[in-house]
């Protein structure tokens, strides 16, 4: 069974994802625990920050564990990957995310078994299909989880992927909100 810990993003002038979510991420890991942050979507001038903020909200939620962060690499992406009990996909570009991820091959085999948190963007890639509120476009992810993603959701919005796969659910992300799925 792998854990997915989805969050619906967060707002530039708000803040930073909050503590239930690395708290989330952290709840099942093993009390030594290896976590990769995977930044393959951030724009370059704010990856400092982003990482810096990441490593300070994995150290402040980790309670009695033992932790040790590493950031991924997209030359040893796979390596990294089984390296890890936590996998952090965090947020950004999305289009950017899909396009280091899908030179992958078995990605779900990859991630099986383990604890995968998906921020924004990385909640759209894990699904089968997203909606990129920027773009004002559909994608497909990575089709790891069986749903349609839509994040940054706001309450009373339509769902603009209602009619397509009709047969998969659509999970509807708020910033700041926190979701878990085990498959």
Known sequence: MTKFVLH?????????????????????APAAAKVLLVYFAEREE?????????????????GLRDLEVRVASADSFLEDCAWADVIFL???????????LVKY???????????????????????????????KEIGEGLRIIPLKVVVHYSDGSPNPLTDVQPELETLFLREYETVVKEY
Not at 8 to 28: A, S, T, V
Not at 106 to 135: Q, T
């Open 8 to 28: 619906g993003g967060f707002n530039k002038e708000r803040g930073f994802i909050e503590d239930p979510f690395f708290q989330e991420m952290l709840k099942d």
């Open 46 to 62: 704010m990856l400092e920050l982003r990482i810096t903020q990441a490593k300070e909200q994995f150290y402040k939620n980790k």
């Open 90 to 100: 965090a947020g950004g570009r999305t289009t950017k995310l899909m396009e280091a």
């Open 105 to 135: 091959q078995d990605l779900a085999e990859v991630f099986s078994g383990k604890i995968i948190g998906g921020d924004s963007a990385g909640a759209n890639a894990l699904g089968h299909l997203f909606y990129s509120k920027s773009s």
